[in-house]
């Protein structure tokens, strides 16, 4: 189906240090992944994303990979901040509408 | 541009109630979709639609009607309302690029309690 798997559920990391999010997907026709970050009691907002036709993608302190193959993709953030921490969805899109991972609740400790 | 816009923020109902949440975006997105929020469940999708005049069903859609008379504006009603549907309401939109991926941009939030 179009399940997204996402993992951890709850990361906590010193300031400084890197934290990696995992998920995995089954729908072959998933074309798009987008990541999500969504600060307490507000709105998601995306932060990065990537195209099936793509291995990698840097912008600054982030980046996504993407393993085809084997259906996961993960999101690195390196120098982790305390203003990194914040609820992190990944998701997944084939033709139209994406669905999400649980997310992942990341706690940077100063 | 405003983006996507929800209304009411908070809203208190009591069980059995009926009322509409109502989401609008001046993109000219074709997309619209409603999700919910719970603690722990991430965001699960109740409805959506690919165009004015066309929706469809989503993962939790019991107990919730849409309708999509214009590409601005997406309601998502509760018929009748019960305790768990208290949770969190995004709205979100997006367009189909000419590669067929697009991101969501999500409105601000509906906070519903149903007591």
């Known amino acids: 189906g179009e399940n997204v798997e996402q993992h951890p559920s709850t990361l906590s990391v010193q300031e400084g240090d890197s934290a990696v999010i995992k998920c995995t997907y089954s729908?072959?026709?998933?074309?798009?992944f987008p990541w999500y970050k969504q600060e307490l009691g507000k709105r998601p907002q995306l932060i990065i994303d990537?195209?099936?036709?793509?291995g990698e993608k840097k912008d600054q302190r982030i980046a996504v990979t993407l393993n085809k193959t084997a259906k996961h993709f993960s999101l690195h953030i390196t120098e982790t901040q305390p203003e990194d921490s914040a609820v992190y969805f990944c998701?997944?899109?084939?033709?139209?509408?994406?669905?999400f991972g649980r997310g992942t609740s990341l706690i940077v400790h100063p | 541009n405003a983006g996507v816009t929800q209304t009411p923020k908070f809203q208190v109902l009591k069980t059995g109630q009926s009322m509409t949440l109502q989401c609008a975006q001046d993109?000219?997105?074709?997309?619209m979709s409603w999700y919910r929020q719970d603690p722990g469940m991430g965001l699960r999708l109740i409805h959506y639609?690919?165009?004015?005049?066309?929706?469809d069903q989503g993962e939790v859609p019991n107990g919730y009607n849409v309708s999509r008379s214009t590409t601005e504006d997406f309601p998502l009603r509760l018929l009748s309302a019960a305790p768990s549907q208290t949770s969190v309401y995004f709205c979100?939109?997006?367009?189909?690029?000419?590669?067929?991926?697009?991101?969501?941009?999500f409105g601000s939030g509906t906070r519903l309690t149903v007591v």
């Open positions: 979100a939109s997006s367009n189909p690029s000419t590669g067929g991926v697009d991101g969501y941009t």
């Open positions: 729908d072959s026709a998933s074309n798009y």
């Open positions: 990537i195209r099936s036709n793509v």
């Open positions: 998701a997944r899109k084939g033709s139209y509408i994406p669905t």
């Open positions: 993109m000219n997105h074709e997309y």
């Open positions: 639609s690919v165009g004015a005049g066309i929706t």
